[in-house]
């Protein structure tokens, strides 16, 4: 991205900063203001991850709809664990969902996500994550605590995070 940042007119960088100076960072150690090269490489990161075209000018901040994902449920039948997310509106086709590794059941939160992927179609209002969450973490052992955090992107920017956590059940 930096490349890209260079590549720049001064006008399109300039362009960056005023749309970056009314965003604030999240950072773990603390949020400030954004300047325009990390506001260039947040937007592009994104749109670069889930296979859309990268952008020379800040596209207009959206205003983002309802969060449709509202749960996280782990089963575990005959030892066969799934995840599915409730859902009881339609996602869209721009929710993000991150996992977290499985960890001990005494974990309240949890801040070290890697992206799944994109949300799955939801059928009968519940969308099966666990493809997505096995992909990148093997199937979680019974009884650790699964994170899973989804957020909305539109045109690069994304929106506030929700998260869900769940323990995983002995079989039934």
């Given at each position: 991205m930096s490349g890209g940042w260079r590549s720049l007119q001064e006008p399109q960088r300039a362009a960056w900063r005023a749309a970056a100076s009314g965003v604030q960072s999240a950072s773990r150690l603390g949020s400030g203001p954004l300047t325009g090269q990390q506001l260039f490489n947040k937007i592009n990161c994104t749109l670069a991850q889930f296979g859309q075209d990268q952008v020379d000018a800040p596209p207009a901040r959206p205003t983002f709809p309802e969060l449709a994902p509202q749960g996280l449920v782990i089963t575990n039948a005959g030892g066969v664990i799934t995840l599915r997310l409730t859902c009881p509106a339609d996602p869209g086709e721009n929710t993000i969902v991150r996992g977290s590794k499985a960890v001990s059941q005494g974990f309240e939160k949890f801040t070290d996500f890697r992206v799944l992927g994109t949300y799955p179609a939801a059928v009968a209002n519940v969308a099966d994550?666990?493809?997505?969450?096995?992909?990148?973490?093997?199937?979680?052992?019974?009884?650790?605590?699964?994170?899973?955090?989804?957020?909305?992107?539109?045109?690069?920017?994304?929106?506030?995070?929700?998260?869900?956590?769940?323990?995983?059940?002995a079989a039934a």
């Open positions: 994550i666990t493809n997505l969450y096995t992909a990148r973490y093997g199937a979680p052992p019974v009884g650790t605590k699964v994170f899973v955090r989804v957020s909305q992107f539109i045109g690069g920017w994304e929106d506030v995070p929700i998260t869900f956590a769940a323990i995983v059940p």
